[in-house]
Structures are given as C-alpha cells and as structure tokens.
C-alpha cells in the first residue's frame, strides 16, 4: 500500500496503515476517552496541567511531560533482523536471519507478515506470531517459480479482521509488448496453506516491471468479505472466496503498453466506492511521469457511477512513490499531488468539489487521515505536516507513526532520538509528550509498524 523495496519507496512508506477511534485527550481534560469500536487505552498525564500555547508547539524532550502508551505493540527491523516491542517494555528479536525487510500487522497485533531476503526479490515471505512462535515460509521462491520461472510476489494485504493475507503475483516478460500475468492468491498465515483466488492471466506491463509502483490490482472492503479487482479495463466484485458478485461495475480505457490500473478506496459502509480512473490511453514508451486520473463515486444502490469533477483533478506524481490520492475514512475528502503545479498538495471535498492548495513544493510523499476524517499527516523528505480542511499545515519536528486515534499520532525523531513521542492536535496547536517508550538503537526508521493492543494501559 514497487520493486518492493525500491530506495524511493523508503522515502514514502513511512507507514501505518492502521487507525483507531478513541475520544479525544486535552491537557486539561485527564482521563479515560470514550471508546467506540476502538481499543481502550488509558493515559496518565505525570505533571502539572498547562494551557496549551495559541501557536504550533513542539518542546524539547527536557520539557515534556508523560503520557504513558504502554497498549501500543510495535514491530520493526534492526540490522536485519525483526523485532517487537510492547510499550515501555524492553524490545525483543523475533529473527536472526540478518534478511529480514518491511513487517505488517495483522489487526490483532497477534501475527506479523515480512519478506526476507535481498532487496527487489519478491520472492519470500515469512509470518511469525508475535510471541515468537510458529515462524514459517509462506510464500517461497520455489512456490513462485511454478507458476513460471521468474514469477514474483506482489502488493501483500492482511484481510481485516484474520490471519489470512491476501496477494498478488505477476511474470512479466522483458519484451514490453507481451506484457504480464497477474494472479490474485489467499494465504492463511496461522496454517500456511495457499489458495488460488484468479489464476495468472495477462493484464498491460506493470510500471517498472512490477512491484509497489503498481500497488497490485485488489483492495479488501473494510468488512472483510468483498473485493474488487480490476485489470483489462473493467473492474469486478468478487466474494472473499473468490466468487464473482458484480462483473464489469466500470469501465476504462486500458492504456499501453503499461496498463495504469484504477485506484480503489472502499467507503466504510460497504455501500460503494471512490475510484480514480486512469486517463490515458498510451502510457510507457517513453518516460511519462504523471499520469491524470479521474475521480468517481460507485454506489451499488443503485448500480451508478457519477464523476467527482475535481479541478485540478489528481495525477501520480511519480509512480515510483506514493498513491494516486489518499481518501478519508469517510470517503468525503482526498489528499493529492500535481507535478505540473510544482507538486502542490491538494485536499479536495468530494461532497461540494471544492479544492485547496498548500504550497510545499517538490515531493513523493503519502497523507495519512486521522479517524475523525478532519486532520490529515503529510510527510515530505524536507519535514512533515499537520494539515486540516481549511486550515494552514503546522510542522511536525519529527519521523511521523501513526494515528493512535482522531487526535492523538505517534512520531520519532530519527536519527537523533530513540524515544517515541505522541502528539495531541488542538485546534492549531499541537502539544507533544513523552511515552516512556524508546526504539532499539540501530532501529530502521521506515520499517516501523503498530497496533494498539486492547489491553489498558495500568495492565
């Protein structure tokens, strides 16, 4: 969510893809946040009550108070190797292979999926259980090769809510014109059994031979039981058993030789979907670097598709980096990027159409939106930003996380400090404390992973 570990792709994959919704916490509001589907966690602020200051705030370490995470898991790599950490407890080494890259969570914190050997191979993905048991070879070369010499592993996703992960494969063939297979498999990480979904068939050359840039042709519905792939210029609906459920829902113009696949974001009722739909119809023969797309609304109540007329409407800024846009778990609002504006940022109302732009300059980074679809994170290689429908972006000093909930992120300040911080945004401020959590010296910056486990944090 590209060779898979392309280097542009550890400038963008600042992680996390997992967002919980808890009530919000302000310095003069101590205690329990009203929980809805979230996992609970407690805070104890252990000093004074202080006002926030009415301007961005961010002080040094010396003068932070604590606000204490111990719910929050973390995985992530060092030297190599894998390692998890729940709070401020001391980290813990999962692996010793010294090959170890890129950990995902399941959502239960109880299972973590990473590849292991060189970067750019594809070729071999491992689980473990977060206690350190059961590590397995899911997805191995010689498994790959028997679908044809030189096969790779694609995009990986966990379905919400399991164990089972979900994966593309794909050959492509050095002559751009015979283009590549694409498969669409399932793996049950607690057994490691595989199965077949879609069998590899041939779809347009993936950008760069495949991996991340291409951010596979699947996405999962938030529920768990429905998937929408597209290839060959129509995009369907399958069950998680692989089923067709509605064929052909949209339709697009299959660029060549590289086929730009739709972009798909699921709206959190299940009742339809934001979709970009690529706008060209040649694509690849030289070297284009910023295809446009065109955003839809799909509902399947009825079966209609009506245009978001966005101006100016998203474009990929380098399909080596980042998505096409980035949608609010509401599906009223996107974040993205232009090249030919000199990559500015764009939020964008895809109820009224209504755009805003922040002048940030050149870029690859992706946007993260908190739970309460108000506050978005934009990480740029030059700093990170704070931003809001209708208001000015506020600097983050520091490696962006992850969302904890609607108000509350997690940042680092790599390579200077081990200690994980925590930010409450406040109107126009953020005020930052410390955890008490601090990351194994030599840690990987871009391989942090978490879930907040639902557990309280006195346990």
């Known amino acids: 969510m590209t060779s898979k570990f392309s280097p542009q792709r550890y400038f963008c994959t600042v992680l996390i893809t997992l967002l919980a919704a808890c009530g919000p916490l302000v310095p003069e509001q101590i205690g329990t946040p009203t929980a809805t589907s979230a996992p609970n966690f407690t805070p104890v602020i252990q000093s004074p009550t202080v006002r926030p200051a009415e301007t961005p705030l961010v002080p040094s370490p010396t003068l932070l108070r604590q606000l204490p995470l111990n719910n929050l898991r973390m995985a992530y790599i060092v030297d190599g190797n894998l390692y998890i950490q729940d709070g401020s407890n001391a980290p813990i080494p999962l692996t010793n292979s010294r090959?170890?890259?890129?950990?995902?969570?399941?959502?239960?914190?109880?299972?973590?999926?990473?590849?292991?050997?060189?970067?750019?191979?594809?070729?071999?993905?491992?689980s473990i259980n977060a206690d350190g048991s059961q590590e397995q070879a899911l997805i191995t070369n010689d498994w790959l090769t028997t679908l044809g010499s030189g096969t790779k592993a694609g995009p990986l996703a966990f379905v919400p809510s399991t164990h089972r992960l979900m994966f593309n494969t794909y050959l492509c063939a050095e002559d751009l014109s015979l283009g590549c297979t694409t498969g669409l498999f399932l793996v049950d990480t607690d057994t490691g059994g595989i199965k077949e979904l879609l069998p590899p068939s041939s779809?347009?050359?993936?950008?760069?031979?495949?991996?991340?840039?291409?951010?596979?042709?699947?996405?999962?519905?938030?529920?768990?039981?429905?998937?929408?792939?597209?290839?060959?210029?129509?995009?369907?609906?399958?069950?998680?058993?692989?089923?067709?459920?509605?064929?052909?829902?949209?339709?697009?113009?299959?660029?060549?030789p590289i086929e730009l696949f739709p972009r798909v974001y699921w709206l959190p009722d299940i009742s339809g979907l934001i979709v970009a739909l690529p706008a060209e119809s040649n694509y690849g023969g030289g070297y284009e670097m910023t295809p446009t797309y065109s955003v839809w609304r799909y509902s399947f109540d009825p079966n209609t598709a009506v245009q978001i007329p966005l101006e100016p409407s998203p474009m990929w800024i380098y399909m080596e980096c980042s998505d096409v846009m980035y949608v609010s778990p509401d599906g009223n609002w996107v974040i993205f990027n232009r090249l030919e504006d000199n990559a500015q940022l764009y939020a964008g109302n895809l109820s009224n159409w209504h755009t805003q732009s922040y002048q940030l300059g050149i870029d690859c980074s992706p946007a993260y939106w908190s739970a309460d679809n108000r506050h978005f994170?934009?990480?740029?290689?030059?700093?990170?930003?704070?931003?809001?429908?209708?208001?000015?972006?506020?600097?983050?000093?520091?490696?962006?996380?992850?969302?904890?909930?609607?108000t509350h992120f997690i940042y680092s300040r790599f390579p200077n400090e081990r200690n994980i911080l925590i930010g409450v945004t406040i109107?126009?401020?953020?005020?930052?404390?410390?955890?008490?959590?601090?990351?194994?010296?030599?840690?990987?910056?871009?391989?942090?992973?978490?879930?907040?486990?639902?557990?309280?944090?006195?346990?």
């Open 99 to 126: 090959a170890d890259l890129d950990p995902i969570f399941s959502d239960d914190g109880e299972k973590i999926v990473f590849y292991r050997g060189k970067i750019n191979d594809n070729n071999n993905v491992y």
């Open 203 to 256: 779809a347009g050359y993936l950008p760069f031979g495949g991996g991340s840039p291409w951010h596979g042709n699947f996405k999962v519905s938030p529920d768990g039981e429905l998937l929408s792939v597209a290839m060959s210029g129509h995009i369907d609906i399958f069950n998680i058993a692989g089923k067709v459920i509605r064929r052909n829902i949209m339709t697009y113009t299959r660029s060549t």
């Open 377 to 406: 994170v934009y990480g740029r290689l030059s700093g990170t930003f704070l931003g809001a429908a209708d208001k000015p972006l506020i600097p983050i000093d520091g490696n962006f996380l992850g969302w904890v909930d609607a």
């Open 427 to 459: 109107e126009k401020t953020i005020t930052t404390y410390r955890t008490g959590i601090f990351l194994q010296e030599g840690y990987n910056p871009y391989s942090v992973k978490f879930v907040i486990l639902d557990y309280k944090a006195d346990r």
